[in-house]
């Protein structure tokens, strides 16, 4: 049985550390079924709200558009990967335009490989994830630049709305918690308020 692929948006309320911007940031995760889910679920409900959608990766949706197995596989080797020297990793959320929806579904699952390719130009793709019923997904991409990520979100852009936000892996964000003057002591009385 396959796990439940998921993205979950969430956002601390009341933020724990003040100095950290609350917004909703997207995490992908698979878990074995809806129980399980909870189960983690239940460890943050009381220090954010959680939105949770179940997501498809590339190869699931092309299958499924295209009523066949797609003739590449995208490779999901990379996920969870810290940026290389240089390189920023951004999450795009995107939405496709209600005219444009099966258009963007059908352009998306018949692309070649050359052609994804092409069209990651200088970025490095570490995953995709659909939402084929509402036609919103979530892409988590590296790049050099900001200017090489346009780009590459450039040729959507007649397709889809997109929302483009820098974000850290877990080890990247939890060294710069940790990297608070005043992190120990609001760790202490944190895990003291908890028990």
């Known amino acids: ?5 998921l ?3 969430l956002c601390s309320t009341p933020p724990i ?3 950290i911007q609350t917004r909703p940031r997207g995490l ?3 878990a074995k079924n809806a129980d399980v889910l909870s189960g983690w679920m239940l460890n943050w409900a009381t220090k954010c709200t959680i939105t949770v959608h179940p997501t498809l990766d590339d190869n699931e949706a092309r299958e499924i558009i295209l ?7 995208a490779p999901y080797d990379e996920v969870g990967d810290e940026p290389k020297h240089g390189e920023t990793l951004y999450m795009i959320k995107y939405q496709f335009k209600e005219s444009k929806r099966l258009e963007g579904q059908y352009m998306f699952a018949n692309m070649t490989k050359e052609q994804e390719d092409a069209n990651a130009g200088a970025t490095r793709t570490l995953g995709h994830w659909y939402n084929l019923g509402t036609g919103c997904g979530m892409v988590v991409s590296a790049a050099k630049s ?3 990520l346009y780009k590459c979100a450039l040729n959507w852009t007649a397709l889809c709305d997109m929302d483009i936000s820098p974000v850290l892996t877990d080890a990247a964000a939890r ?3 940790r990297a608070r003057p005043d992190h120990k002591e609001k760790a202490e009385a944190l895990m ?3 028990g």
């Open 175 to 177: 060294a710069v918690i």
């Open 192 to 194: 003291s308020q908890r």
């Open 67 to 73: 009523g066949r197995e797609p003739a590449f596989q």
């Open 7 to 9: 993205v979950l948006y």
């Open 146 to 148: 900001a200017k090489d």
């Open 28 to 30: 992908h995760l698979q």
């Open 1 to 5: 049985m396959r796990p439940l692929a």
């Open 17 to 19: 550390y003040t100095h």
